[in-house]
Nanobody, 128 residues
């Protein structure tokens, strides 16, 4: 059974930083791309960032590009999201996700339908 456990969320002032972690278990972590998505109240779940299974390719939404960095440690079965220069509009529940199928080493999925497994989410609140 695949399990994804997020941690690192919390309350931070605008301009601050947080680092989210997602520990994975249940299948070969290094075989699958990983992604982060977020969902604010009353809004649809949106793509934030993704990293290929090799870790060599990353993809970001325009709203976080230059502020957030996704990375992974395949030896630790963990994916990270470093969030800097946080803004109130970054407030949301953040979810990590594991891709539905093993793809090429440079593949990064940007849509929820490309991911099969999801964590329970961690709340990030940015105050102004």
């Amino acid at each position: 059974q695949v399990q994804l456990d997020e941690s690192g969320g919390g309350l931070v002032q605008a301009g601050g930083s947080l680092r989210l972690s997602c520990a994975a278990s249940g299948r070969s972590f290094s075989s699958y791309a990983m992604g982060w998505f977020r969902q604010a109240p009353g809004k649809e779940r949106e793509f934030v960032a993704a990293v290929s299974r090799s870790g060599l390719t990353t993809s970001y939404s325009d709203s976080v590009k230059g502020r957030f960095t996704i990375s992974r440690n395949n030896a630790k079965n963990t994916v990270y999201l470093q969030m800097n220069s946080l803004k109130p509009e970054d407030t949301a529940v953040y979810y990590c996700a594991s891709a539905a199928a093993p793809m090429t080493s440079w593949y990064t999925g940007r849509t929820p339908s490309e991911y099969a497994y999801w964590g329970q989410g961690t709340q990030v609140t940015v105050s102004s």
